[in-house]
């Protein structure tokens, strides 16, 4: 006896048993989201605007906000860097999820990795750009009077994403060619 069920089942079945995309990293990157926010909304609870609060002798929680990109880039601009960044945010989010859509979770995972945290950190950001008109920082590092530029969790996320990208690559590189059965003269 057949139902109308057992052609979805079916399909269902062929597609769980097939490789994972990469698209299941997703979860990292909502959870990078979430943490990011979380830890914002608590800066911004406690902590004072640019009243260092030290935590270790080479690091200081600080609540500052930021109207530019990394490292303050463009802040002194009159506001239109806000619809700048929120629009690269926007293409680079769409291109990485239909990247990692073509991806197997599992043999490129170090790539996923790498491109659920950039992926992460960029919309953390653009949450703040989009709901505030700046980014929350709050984390100062420093070494011998030297400071740092504030950052935030979707900050540390999009560079630790990026070293992971380097490592990829690297590690690619050093992979030998497939053989392609001619040999070279």
Same mark, same amino acid.
């Given at each position: 006896?057949?139902?109308?069920?057992?052609?979805?089942?079916?399909?269902?079945?062929?597609?769980?048993?097939?490789?994972?995309?990469?698209?299941?990293?997703?979860?990292?990157?909502?959870?990078?989201?979430?943490?990011?926010?979380?830890?914002?909304?608590?800066?911004?609870?406690?902590?004072?605007?640019?009243?260092?609060?030290?935590?270790? &002798?080479?690091?200081?929680?600080?609540?500052?906000?930021?109207?530019?990109?990394?490292?303050?880039?463009?802040?002194?601009?009159?506001?239109?860097? %806000?619809?700048?960044?929120?629009?690269?945010?926007? @293409?680079?989010? #769409?291109?990485? @999820?239909?990247?990692?859509? *073509?991806?197997?979770? %599992?043999?490129?995972?170090?790539?996923?990795?790498?491109?659920?945290?950039?992926?992460?950190?960029?919309?953390?950001?653009?949450?703040?750009?989009? *709901?505030?008109?700046? @980014?929350?920082?709050?984390?100062?590092?420093?070494?011998?009077?030297?400071?740092?530029?504030?950052?935030? @969790?979707?900050?540390?996320?999009?560079?630790?994403?990026?070293?992971?990208?380097? #490592?990829?690559?690297? *590690?690619?590189? %050093? *992979? &030998?060619?497939?053989?392609?059965?001619?040999?070279?003269?």
């Amino acid at each position: 006896m057949s139902t109308s069920n057992e052609p979805a089942a079916g399909r269902a079945a062929a597609a769980s048993s097939g490789p994972l995309s990469g698209r299941v990293w997703l979860a990292l990157s909502l959870a990078v989201i979430a943490l990011d926010q979380w830890t914002k909304a608590w800066a911004v609870r406690h902590l004072s605007f640019h009243i260092a609060r030290p935590v270790l &002798p080479v690091l200081d929680l600080t609540l500052a906000y930021n109207t530019g990109a990394a490292f303050s880039f463009l802040a002194d601009q009159s506001g239109w860097q %806000r619809w700048l960044l929120t629009a690269l945010a926007l @293409v680079v989010a #769409v291109l990485i @999820v239909g990247y990692l859509g *073509r991806l197997h979770a %599992r043999r490129q995972g170090l790539l996923c990795a790498a491109l659920a945290l950039i992926l992460g950190g960029a919309l953390g950001n653009l949450i703040d750009r989009l *709901r505030l008109g700046y @980014v929350v920082d709050f984390i100062s590092a420093h070494w011998r009077g030297h400071y740092f530029p504030a950052f935030n @969790v979707a900050d540390s996320s999009i560079t630790i994403g990026a070293a992971l990208l380097l #490592v990829d690559l690297l *590690r690619e590189s %050093r *992979r &030998p060619a497939p053989h392609s059965g001619q040999e070279e003269n």
